[in-house]
């Protein structure tokens, strides 16, 4: 019977096999060598490394064609195998970097020789330590020339290795990681195409850390680094001569700034009071730095590259209506549930479970962070609740305010998981971001704090730079951020580099946290209004007919109603003044959204399409609904997750017997803010350019 024939992936499997195999018996070599054994040794590595090299190349250019016979599952299989030869990648590098000679002091010998050595003689050694190095690689060079600098001494006109600062706190959990702290000065000594940097900290300590964490240090900012840290030191030493240690002063500095910007998530993480892959929130700090990546800041028009007319708004002059512009992508989307949460431990009070979402290409958010709360279960998280919620002292305390406009069958915009999206962008690498998110309170410190429970992406294009289609998607949570390298939540789950079986493997899975998306294409109707947005914006699909009206007004008032295009003085219009503000607040959308519902059940069928009175009827239910309740002073700021805030504001909006109209808000039961001309006037250029 003739031999089975053997596949392009089963070949490379076996030969990764083999490789492994001959890794671990160079793993088992390394310690105890001594100097013609090392030299051996290095180039064992070396071979080994190359090796690794061609076969990743091998394997990153098989497709399903190659394959004799089909594959299942194949996609999942070559990246499995990937992973396995970058493991193997680094563990050789981290050999490699333990074979180099340990570094040597520039002082006396026992036997004096050192001190005897001529100038002639330096040079030549020099000379030589040259010429050996430009014959290795340029990888192995840069570590080399690194070494010898520190081992003979760097002269005044050799270049100083730029340094570089830890822009947060990373924690090795495999062999060859190195930990740092946020705000460590770090020393790169090999720069690696994927993405991990060989560097060594000021203690002589060597490892791997992701290059998303370090940040260039100018020679600028280092010499003054330097000097600032001269004047710590010497004003410590003022204060209390005595603790100074000799040999301890350069990393005084670092050490202070290390310690006071300690993240709250290590200390959480060290007293176990949350699970393994819990980050501090990267897209709860984005919203916290303004409007940038809020929906007000996304609804107003762009002007275009010459600034002398609108980007993204524009007039139909046959309909009258905003010019319809199509989007890359344009599609809705429904958050069905997520499962297998880890919840935190004792000591903190969770005050909302969340999921953020945006348009992310892998290095930068493109839109606007757009935020759905879940309602818990002790397995899942849920979203859409269609019953009416009943209070309970065992709910949060939103969903007991949200009860009270349940029953006018209008589902609250901030646990609505009905959403839509559109992004303009055309990088390959365009998905959609996921962050599950609870926000905290420590018990013992009353503490407030974001953390992501996890993040999942769904790209939108598959290798051929086709959309993917609409379907129901079940996507893997991953710790840590976006921006780090997979880290696990479940502390049990596997590391990298691990081989299990496929049943093994089949099992876990279904214990790993899960994400339910089902991506949608829009119906006409639906279509034709997301039209009407700016390019890229994310938001709650039953917001979207008030927003696409909102975009006509705009277009009608800077379009038509201005003196001409030049003319940018204030417009007095009190509803694109403050509209925008209302957007940002899921409370007051929904009140709006309400009376809204009610106003277009009055209306004839005639009336409903006709845009002039819609657009009137627009106005008019904004300022009575909403308008009055942004400038009542009895109305609280909003605050996130905030229980009497969020109680204090549900019971001025959604209170029947205490509704504020434009008709009460001369009435001396209610007193409102210090009028402002901001109010009731649109600022054409601080939208534009905000």
């Known amino acids: 019977m003739p031999q089975k024939k053997k596949g392009a992936l089963q070949t490379v499997q076996r030969d990764t096999d083999d490789i492994r195999r001959r890794v671990d018996v160079l793993t088992q070599d390394v310690s105890g060598l001594d100097v013609e054994e090392r030299t051996e040794t290095t180039q064992r590595c070396l071979d080994l490394q190359n090796t690794v090299t061609e076969t990743l190349k091998k394997l990153q250019q098989l497709t399903k064609a190659d394959e004799s016979t089909p594959i299942g599952n194949y996609e999942q299989r070559k990246h499995d195998e990937l992973e396995r030869l970058r493991t193997l990648q680094d563990r050789l590098r981290a050999l490699r970097l333990q074979l180099q000679p340990q570094d040597k002091g520039v002082g006396p010998s026992s036997d004096g020789e050192q001190e005897s050595m001529g100038e002639e003689e330096e040079e030549s050694q020099e000379d030589e330590e040259d010429e050996d190095c430009e014959e290795e690689d340029d990888d192995d060079a840069a570590v080399d020339l690194v070494a010898g600098d520190a081992g003979r001494g760097r002269g005044p006109a050799e270049e100083t290795p730029p340094s570089y600062v830890a822009l947060g706190a990373f924690t090795g959990d495999e062999e060859g990681d190195l930990t740092v702290q946020k705000g460590d000065v770090l020393t790169v000594l090999q720069k690696n195409e994927d993405g991990w940097w060989f560097a060594q900290d000021p203690k002589g300590n060597r490892g791997l850390v992701p290059q998303n964490y370090l940040q260039m240090i100018s020679p600028h900012e280092q010499d003054k680094q330097s000097e600032d840290e001269e004047s710590d030191e010497e004003e410590y030493a003022r204060n209390d001569p005595s603790d100074v240690q000799p040999g301890t002063s350069s990393n005084w500095g670092s050490s202070q700034k290390a310690v006071a910007e300690m993240d709250a ?58 010019h319809v512009y199509s989007s890359l992508v344009c599609l809705t989307l429904t958050l069905w549930s997520c499962r297998l949460i880890p919840p935190p431990g004792v000591g903190l009070q969770v005050l909302s479970r969340h999921v953020r979402l945006c348009a992310f290409n892998g290095t930068q958010v493109l839109s606007n962070i757009h935020t759905v709360r879940a309602t818990h279960s002790p397995k899942t998280w849920s979203f859409s609740p269609r019953v009416q919620l009943v ?49 905290y309170i420590r018990n013992s410190t009353g503490e407030k704090g974001d ?61 790993q946290p899960k994400l339910v998306v089902k991506l949608k294409s829009p119906n006409t109707r639906t279509r034709e209004q997301l039209n009407l947005l700016p390019d890229t914006m994310v938001g709650c699909l039953s917001t979207l007919p008030l927003i696409t009206l909102y975009r006509q007004l705009l277009a009608d008032t800077l379009l038509l109603d201005r003196v001409t295009m030049q003319n940018a003085d204030l417009i007095c219009s009190p509803v694109l003044a403050t509209f925008p ?106 939208s534009a350019w905000r």
């Open 265 to 322: 998530t290590d200390v959480l993480s060290a007293m176990g009071a949350i699970p393994p892959g819990f980050r501090a929130s990267t897209l709860s700090r984005l919203l916290e730095e303004g409007t940038s990546y809020k929906a007000s800041h996304y609804i107003q028009p762009k002007l275009s590259q010459s600034e002398l007319c609108f980007k993204d708004l524009h007039l139909d002059p046959n309909t009258g209506k905003v």
């Open 391 to 439: 209070h309970t002292q065992s709910q949060d305390t939103f969903e007991n305010t949200c009860s009270q406009i349940y029953v006018s069958g209008v589902l609250p915009s901030l646990l609505d998981g009905d959403c839509f999206f559109r992004c303009d962008s055309d990088s390959p690498g365009l998905g959609i971001l996921f962050e599950l998110g609870i926000t």
């Open 451 to 511: 953390l992501s429970c996890g993040w999942a992406f769904l790209r939108l294009f598959d290798d051929n730079g086709t959309l993917i289609p609409p379907r129901t998607h079940e996507l893997t949570l991953h710790g840590g951020t976006p921006y780090e390298r997979e880290a696990n939540i479940d502390a049990t789950s596997n590391k990298r580099g691990t081989n299990t079986g496929v049943l093994q493997q089949m099992l876990m899975s279904r214990k």
């Open 581 to 686: 503000k209302v957007l940002d607040q899921p409370d007051l959308m929904d009140a709006f959204k309400k009376s809204w519902v009610e106003t277009l059940n009055s209306l004839k069928r005639s009336d409903k399409k006709d845009i002039r009175v819609l657009k009137e009827s627009f106005e008019s239910v904004f300022l009575s609904s909403v308008f009055p309740l942004l400038f009542l002073a009895e109305m609280p700021a909003p605050l996130w997750a905030h229980e009497d805030t969020e109680t204090q504001r549900a019971r001025l909006i959604y209170n029947p017997t205490q509704k504020i109209t434009m008709e009460t808000m001369t009435s001396s039961n209610h007193t409102h803010q210090a009028f402002n001309v901001s109010q009731v006037t649109y600022d054409l250029l601080d």
